[in-house]
């Protein structure tokens, strides 16, 4: 019988020893910390520079990123996320944990899941720029190099979710 | 399960104590702001004159590194005992790294005036090198006052003796010994003799 | 000495090579703690499953501790690290938005790619949501423009670098902050655990 490790999961602690180990593996080498947020932005930056040049040059935005030669930082977390994918793919195959599926809580229905997660995908899109950097990025970085950005980024993101969890309960209890 | 969380927090709890108590650390290579090179500047012991230098060379001081700072060509006509050439605008290159940016040996940079040698002297600063020193009035100024000293007044104290023997002991040091040095002969002081006047007496 | 690409000691033609392991580091760990599962994640904001604050604390404490001991043996330039800059307002309202965002979608970028790697079809849609996000902020900048600079933000960030340490803001050193960070994560990680054992916890 073929064992079903799909429910077992690392120990927190170890793996978050092993995410820290990985933190600073990047400090190291490249003297940058993680992201996440900042590749979807270069994405979109060269997208819109390919396909709509002259708006990206009169937009006060776009504006600030063309010409400089993409800036290697932006390529840098692109590749970055490339990685993050296939990682977790790996680690999805090893554990058995492949699966197309919507997770969501019995209380809702599939498609209020998926609606939620477009608007909270939007929030968070938008959140990361005003916020410099997503939890990856501001929150996590940031506090290893004990950046004063990246502890008040870490306590808005978690603290204004907790003052908002009672209200969305039903989307996940 | 338990024990493990308790060695790794411990573990952990050990670390912060060390941590504590570790002072602080700035790796960083160039940290010099104006104001502390403005203020190495105008020391003084970052100066070193013919006599102090000529000095180190007579006695064979191993701690001593004269570096040329002119061009080659200039190096190749005439260069003080013991100088290795480095052309002011190679300083920073990566092949003499290990000359300027050490802590064991004592770098005096000269030039034919002082000009490139305090250049030298304030690019290796900025970049935090230090054991560097400069000769103060370059070879220009070796020339003056030990190749050809002068010579002292009679009027003059001791010490101003003291230092044109020892530079011309220095100067035959180094055009050896055929020069015939002329070593006047240091006049006595000049006491003042009371003169015995004769009585004059009489009434 | 440290950073390794920064100082030339590797080339930076490997920094693309370096990014892509990094994140497949960064992508396998998160996929093994369970962090591609937006209900395992939304546990630490439920009191069902704190995974969230263990990992995250754990990971920043290691990186931190690594980092103060490397550079105490001189092995890392910390001047050349990259140290995020601190925008009051614009932070605090980042934050804040990104808060709610992570209660109504149950990840946050880093995660859902990794939700979306092993098939998370929620986790799509709210990759879809980010590029979405970010488009409309990159289209109404200028909506945006005074409070993404910082232009009133108080005046002691404005004058230089907005590089500023979170001890140097309490005022403490950095080396007693890190301790006092080690000491709060423990008891952080202690009492979760208690409440966890309380918490009835939903089906996944």
Same mark, same amino acid.
């Given at each position: 019988?073929?064992?079903?490790?799909?429910?077992?999961?690392?120990?927190?602690?170890?793996?978050?020893?092993?995410?820290?180990?990985?933190?600073?593996?990047?400090?190291?080498?490249?003297?940058?910390?993680?992201?996440?947020?900042?590749?979807?932005?270069?994405?979109?930056?060269?997208?819109?520079?390919?396909?709509?040049?002259?708006?990206?040059?009169?937009?006060?935005?776009?504006?600030?990123?063309?010409?400089?030669?993409?800036?290697?930082?932006?390529?840098?977390?692109?590749?970055?996320?490339?990685?993050?994918?296939?990682?977790?793919?790996?680690?999805?195959?090893?554990?058995?944990?492949?699966?197309?599926?919507?997770?969501?809580?019995?209380?809702?229905?599939?498609?209020?899941?998926?609606?939620?997660?477009?608007?909270?995908?939007?929030?968070?899109?938008?959140?990361?720029?005003?916020?410099?950097?997503?939890?990856?990025?501001?929150?996590?970085?940031?506090?290893?190099?004990?950046?004063?950005?990246?502890?008040?980024?870490?306590?808005?993101?978690?603290?204004?979710?907790?003052?908002?969890?009672?209200?969305?309960?039903?989307?996940?209890? | 399960?338990?024990?493990?969380?308790?060695?790794?927090?411990?573990?952990?709890?050990?670390?912060?104590?060390?941590?504590?108590?570790?002072?602080?650390?700035?790796?960083?290579?160039?940290?010099?702001?104006?104001?502390?090179?403005?203020?190495?500047?105008?020391?003084?012991?970052?100066?070193?004159?013919?006599?102090?230098?000529?000095?180190?060379?007579?006695?064979?001081?191993?701690?001593?590194?004269?570096?040329?700072?002119?061009?080659?060509?200039?190096?190749?006509?005439?260069?003080?005992?013991?100088?290795?050439?480095?052309?002011?605008?190679?300083?920073?290159?990566?092949?003499?790294?290990?000359?300027?940016?050490?802590?064991?040996?004592?770098?005096?940079?000269?030039?034919?005036?002082?000009?490139?040698?305090?250049?030298?002297?304030?690019?290796?600063?900025?970049?935090?090198?230090?054991?560097?020193?400069?000769?103060?009035?370059?070879?220009?100024?070796?020339?003056?006052?030990?190749?050809?000293?002068?010579?002292?007044?009679?009027?003059?104290?001791?010490?101003?003796?003291?230092?044109?023997?020892?530079?011309?002991?220095?100067?035959?040091?180094?055009?050896?010994?055929?020069?015939?040095?002329?070593?006047?002969?240091?006049?006595?002081?000049?006491?003042?003799?009371?003169?015995?006047?004769?009585?004059?007496?009489?009434? | 000495?440290?950073?390794?690409?920064?100082?030339?000691?590797?080339?930076?033609?490997?920094?693309?090579?370096?990014?892509?392991?990094?994140?497949?580091?960064?992508?396998?760990?998160?996929?093994?703690?369970?962090?591609?599962?937006?209900?395992?994640?939304?546990?630490?904001?439920?009191?069902?499953?704190?995974?969230?604050?263990?990992?995250?604390?754990?990971?920043?404490?290691?990186?931190?501790?690594?980092?103060?001991?490397?550079?105490?043996?001189?092995?890392?330039?910390?001047?050349?690290?990259?140290?995020? /800059?601190?925008?009051?307002?614009?932070?605090?309202?980042? $934050?804040? =938005?990104?808060?709610?965002? @992570?209660? %109504? !979608?149950? *990840?946050? /970028?880093?995660?859902?790619?990794?939700?979306?790697?092993? $098939?998370? =079809?929620?986790?799509?849609? @709210?990759? %879809? !949501?980010? *590029?979405?996000?970010?488009?409309?902020?990159?289209?109404?900048?200028?909506?945006?423009?005074?409070?993404?600079?910082?232009?009133?933000?108080?005046?002691?960030?404005?004058?230089?670098?907005?590089?500023?340490?979170?001890?140097?803001?309490?005022?403490?050193?950095?080396?007693?902050?890190?301790?006092?960070?080690?000491?709060?994560?423990?008891?952080?990680?202690?009492?979760?655990?208690?409440?966890?054992?309380?918490?009835?916890?939903?089906?996944?």
């Amino acid at each position: 019988m073929k064992e079903d490790r799909s429910k077992k999961y690392m120990n927190p602690y170890l793996a978050g020893f092993f995410l820290g180990l990985v933190l600073l593996a990047a400090f190291y080498l490249t003297g940058r910390g993680l992201g996440a947020s900042g590749a979807v932005k270069s994405v979109i930056v060269q997208t819109v520079e390919v396909v709509a040049p002259t708006h990206a040059e009169n937009s006060s935005f776009y504006s600030k990123y063309i010409g400089t030669g993409t800036a290697p930082i932006k390529a840098w977390l692109v590749f970055e996320i490339l990685g993050v994918f296939v990682g977790g793919a790996l680690s999805g195959a090893v554990m058995g944990r492949f699966k197309w599926k919507i997770e969501h809580s019995p209380k809702i229905k599939s498609k209020t899941r998926l609606i939620a997660a477009v608007i909270g995908g939007i929030l968070f899109g938008l959140g990361s720029q005003l916020g410099r950097g997503c939890t990856s990025g501001s929150a996590l970085s940031g506090m290893a190099v004990l950046s004063l950005g990246g502890f008040i980024s870490m306590m808005c993101i978690f603290g204004t979710g907790y003052m908002v969890a009672y209200i969305f309960r039903k989307l996940w209890i | 399960m338990n024990k493990k969380y308790i060695i790794a927090a411990s573990t952990l709890i050990i670390l912060g104590a060390i941590i504590l108590f570790l002072p602080e650390k700035d790796n960083s290579k160039v940290d010099f702001t104006a104001e502390k090179l403005m203020m190495n500047l105008v020391e003084s012991t970052r100066m070193m004159d013919s006599d102090e230098v000529a000095n180190l060379i007579i006695t064979k001081d191993p701690s001593l590194q004269l570096i040329d700072v002119r061009t080659s060509e200039e190096y190749a006509k005439f260069h003080l005992p013991g100088a290795i050439n480095i052309p002011l605008a190679e300083i920073l290159d990566e092949q003499w790294e290990a000359y300027v940016n050490q802590a064991t040996r004592k770098n005096v940079f000269y030039s034919n005036g002082s000009i490139r040698a305090d250049q030298a002297w304030i690019i290796c600063r900025r970049g935090g090198y230090i054991k560097n020193y400069i000769l103060v009035g370059g070879l220009n100024n070796w020339m003056r006052t030990i190749i050809s000293p002068e010579i002292p007044e009679d009027t003059d104290d001791n010490l101003a003796w003291e230092r044109y023997n020892f530079r011309k002991a220095t100067a035959q040091y180094f055009l050896g010994g055929t020069t015939q040095t002329v070593v006047p002969v240091r006049k006595a002081d000049p006491t003042v003799k009371r003169k015995k006047k004769a009585v004059q007496g009489g009434c | 000495m440290g950073p390794l690409v920064a100082q030339d000691i590797i080339s930076s033609e490997w920094n693309f090579v370096i990014a892509l392991l990094i994140g497949i580091g960064f992508g396998f760990v998160l996929e093994q703690a369970g962090f591609s599962s937006s209900k395992k994640l939304a546990g630490v904001f439920y009191g069902y499953d704190f995974v969230v604050l263990r990992v995250f604390f754990t990971a920043a404490i290691t990186a931190m501790v690594g980092l103060i001991f490397l550079n105490y043996l001189g092995l890392i330039d910390m001047s050349l690290v990259y140290i995020n /800059p601190t925008y009051l307002y614009s932070t605090i309202v980042g $934050g804040a =938005i990104m808060g709610v965002g @992570f209660i %109504l !979608g149950g *990840f946050c /970028p880093g995660t859902g790619v990794c939700a979306a790697a092993i $098939g998370k =079809i929620d986790a799509w849609f @709210f990759l %879809l !949501g980010i *590029f979405i996000g970010i488009f409309f902020f990159a289209e109404a900048y200028d909506l945006f423009h005074d409070l993404y600079l910082g232009l009133s933000d108080p005046a002691s960030f404005q004058e230089g670098t907005r590089n500023i340490k979170v001890y140097d803001q309490i005022g403490i050193s950095g080396n007693l902050f890190a301790f006092g960070m080690i000491i709060m994560a423990l008891v952080a990680f202690v009492v979760t655990a208690q409440i966890e054992k309380k918490v009835k916890k939903p089906n996944y």
